[in-house]
């Protein structure tokens, strides 16, 4: 199946786990750009916290995992994973407008007195430059940083985040 992807379509599994209390996403995606924003972003929409996620490229390909947890809500996590698909296949469609929603989305923040680091470093890869960001999290904080790579033509060729006691380092 997945040797016969055409551009824009999306191939989405979800595992979930009693044990860890974690559900797992994983997503292939052929020549989609931006689609690691648009993923974190429906999912950050639909009320899931994004503990660790890994992403990468290869040729006209896309694979990404994330480890969630649904925050607290009326809607069972169920139907969250099924609204967070259909609306990632909506905003690739473009009959979503993701960064409209999120602007309208509320979500609870915890002030911090941890000052955000950013760093680029690009002499650790001899093809990329990386970017590290360490700074409390907060809902919709790794759509917020991966949407402006985006919106200023920066692809994204390999991510890996995690998320340890409200600390993030991606």
Request: hydrophobic residues 40%; charged residues 20%; proline residues 4%.
């Amino acid at each position: 199946m997945m040797d016969s992807m055409n551009p824009g379509e999306i191939f989405w599994t979800v595992v979930p786990s009693a044990a860890s209390g974690m559900t797992t996403v994983r997503l292939i995606a052929c020549e989609c750009p931006g689609i690691f924003s648009k993923a974190v972003g429906v999912l950050s929409l639909n009320r899931f916290n994004i503990l660790n996620a890994k992403s990468y490229r290869e040729k006209d390909r896309s694979y990404h995992i994330f480890e969630i947890q649904a925050l607290p809500g009326p809607i069972s996590e169920k139907q969250r994973l099924e609204a967070a698909h259909q609306n990632l296949v909506a905003v690739l469609d473009g009959r979503l407008d993701l960064s409209a929603q999120m602007s309208r989305q509320r979500f609870e923040t915890v002030s911090s007195q941890t000052a955000a680091e950013v760093s680029v470093n690009n002499d650790r890869s001899t093809l990329f430059s990386v970017v590290e960001v360490r700074c409390q999290d907060f809902p919709g904080l790794l759509f917020a940083v991966t949407n402006e790579f985006f919106k200023h033509g920066i692809h994204i060729w390999k991510a890996e985040i995690s998320t340890e006691k409200g600390l993030v380092n991606d």
